[in-house]
């Protein structure tokens, strides 16, 4: 089964996203937590600090994979397993702006989302948070407009794969396919 | 207390006094009052996240602020945009509204009665 929760920022998607991973997880199953986001400073760390917390205490593995998520598989075990990944924006704009000069957006629309399906296929159930950088209203410079747009491509991908679609609003789960 | 939230200029206030059936001088705009007029009992408090915002900028609490002022006027409608659905801001105290916002609200939404999200001058409960 794969779930994506989406939501904008201080939404409490990660909490949301969480209880869930905690509710369809069974007895059997490894529990991973796939991390994307890279750490450059001292607000990315407290950030990550944050999420550890709120994450304690509940058995998660955690495994670092910034980029080609398709080979985070590779560091877990086999068997029946939850896996959280955490989250859509970072591994896309960690794709798109790892070398010199940014990705080209298909090409990162591409290599997110076919990591995407291998996860899928190996794992018994995949939570995937993404989120809402849509609705803010300002034209920014060309790289970000294609980020915005590899973005909204990917999330609608993802949508269309996933089993179930929940939008987290204010804390609330608003749940629009299912 | 009713929480009603949505995006920028979707018809937040109209919304909420025509279903309310309330008149414009119950409501507050951008600010928490301290004392409400004789004979109003629900009061409209529009532009929360100015409000927020303002209090940050002046180096205020807003988390415990609205608390306070919430055990005084359990009766009242608090109207917010959502202003978490972008790309990160690139200014830290930018950032750092987004996030304490976000958080506000969540807290907002635990203790609302009601919340409401508002799209097109539409409504839709979602607690």
Known sequence: ?????IGGSGSGKSSYAEEVVCSIFEEDMKKYYVATMQIFDEEGRKKVERHRKLRSGKGFLTIEQPRSIGRSIEKMDAGRKTVLLECISNLTANEMFAGETPKLEMQVVQSVISGLEQLRKNTTNLVVVSNNVFEDGIIYDRTIMDYIHAMGEINQRLAAMADQVVEVVVGIPVVMKQ | MKLVIGGYAQGKLAYVLEKYRLQEDVVWDGILPDQTVPGQKTI????????VKNRI????????????FLN?????????????????PLDAFEREYRERMGRILIWLA????????VICGIGQKIK
């Open chain 1, 1 to 5: 089964m794969m779930i994506l929760v």
């Open chain 2, 72 to 88: 005084d006027f359990e009766d009242c409608i608090l109207i917010s945009n959502e202003i978490g659905n972008g790309i990160v």
């Open chain 2, 44 to 51: 409209v408090i529009d532009h929360l996240h100015q409000w």
């Open chain 2, 110 to 117: 635990k203790r609302a009665e009601e919340v409401e999200r």
């Open chain 2, 57 to 68: 900028l002046d180096g205020g609490y807003p988390e415990r602020e609205i608390e306070a």
